[in-house]
């Protein structure tokens, strides 16, 4: 067993349990239905790409893999499914706050063969200071960053427990100028519709103001957002020099999802259009009626945005973010 392993090992030992998960933080449960999760964003079966394309982006930027990965905020087993296949450390503590959510993942996350040993604890991400300094090579995140309260102590808290040459790698965040786009035009579908001579139903008035609504209340700074559930929104060289002033050292791909660097290397991000009506659809669940309303009618504006990044990626609306640990880093 590499020292790794055994200092991973020595201190999962002195963890207290609770019903059968390691127990780093209490049980904070998800503020929807975690059993409803999967449906409401059209996932149907776990696929291993996003794991898969998750180990593939490490190993391409020189990641050391040799000590154990962390995920934070599993949800359903999104990405745990992929990951507890491909990473080639030797354990994997995989995290949520919801012990709800971590059994649905380990239900899914099935009893096959894997690369690496499995461990489950309930953790909220505020608590992550507690955890030892230079722990783990990878801290994995997917749409779990925008959860967190504190965005800059959770930031110097994984660069703490990384070890040298190790990396937080989150994907499924949401870009700032991205959604503040998506968010003017919402406040132009009321105006176009009725143009159109389209009446509005009052459900669909109601979906509106809570779409243009929420996307404010992500963005603006100035509120205390402890009781949400979701959070905030982020600018790449924010993260940038967040990151810089733990060591660690940031590489952004927008619009990309963890899928994209496995096998068939497509990119699974098609344009802003697509995006704004499937954010719509699984989002903010508007139904098959308003969105055919909204795709006909506001199709200048959203062709027009198309047509601005038809030879480059853009409008940043989520992406990968990789800060890889410099070897020389102190914790
Ligand atoms: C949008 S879901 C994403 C779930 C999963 N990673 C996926 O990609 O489907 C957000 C996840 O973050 C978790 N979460 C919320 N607040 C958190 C916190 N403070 N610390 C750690 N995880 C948190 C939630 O319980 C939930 O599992």
């Given at each position: 067993m590499s020292s790794a392993s055994s200092k991973f090992t020595a201190w999962v030992e002195t963890l207290p349990k609770w019903h059968g998960l390691l127990q780093l933080s209490p049980d904070r449960p998800y503020m929807h239905a975690e059993e409803d999760y999967d449906s409401q964003y059209g996932v149907t079966a776990m696929e291993p790409a996003d794991g898969e394309g998750l180990c593939r982006l490490l190993a391409t930027h020189g990641v050391d893999t040799t000590g154990p990965a962390l995920e934070i905020g599993?949800?359903?087993g999104y990405l745990t499914f992929g990951l507890a296949r491909n990473y080639p450390g030797p354990d994997f503590l995989v995290t949520d706050p919801s012990q709800a959510f971590l059994r649905l993942t380990q239900r899914h996350v099935g009893n096959d063969a894997y690369t690496a040993r499995r461990h489950f604890a309930v953790l909220n991400?505020?608590?992550?200071?507690q955890l030892p300094s230079e722990m783990f090579s990878v801290i994995a995140m997917r749409?779990?960053?925008?959860?967190?309260?504190n965005v800059e102590a959770f930031i110097a808290a994984s660069a703490r427990t990384l070890r040298p040459g190790g990396a937080l790698v989150m994907g499924a965040e949401p870009c700032e100028y991205g959604y503040v786009l998506m968010g003017a035009l919402g406040q132009t579908i009321a105006p176009v519709l009725a143009a159109a001579g389209v009446e509005l139903e009052a459900a669909w008035k109601k979906q509106l103001g809570n779409f243009v609504d929420t996307i404010r209340f992500y963005c603006r700074r100035d509120i205390d957002k402890t009781t949400a559930e979701d959070k905030h929104l982020f600018n790449p060289h924010e993260l940038g020099e967040l990151g810089a002033a733990h060591g660690l050292q940031l590489k952004f791909f927008p619009n990309a999802t963890f899928g994209d660097f496995a096998p068939p290397f497509q990119a699974e991000f098609v344009s802003f259009s697509i995006f704004f009506l499937n954010y719509l659809k699984y989002c903010m669940l508007f139904d098959a009626e308003f969105l055919k309303h909204i795709s006909r009618h506001l199709k200048p504006q959203l062709k027009y945005i198309d047509d601005c990044y038809r030879s480059h990626v853009g409008p940043a609306i989520t992406g990968v973010f990789l800060l890889k640990k410099t070897a020389d880093a102190a914790s």
């Open positions: 599993c949800g359903t991400a505020d608590d992550l200071g749409s779990t960053l925008h959860h967190i309260l």
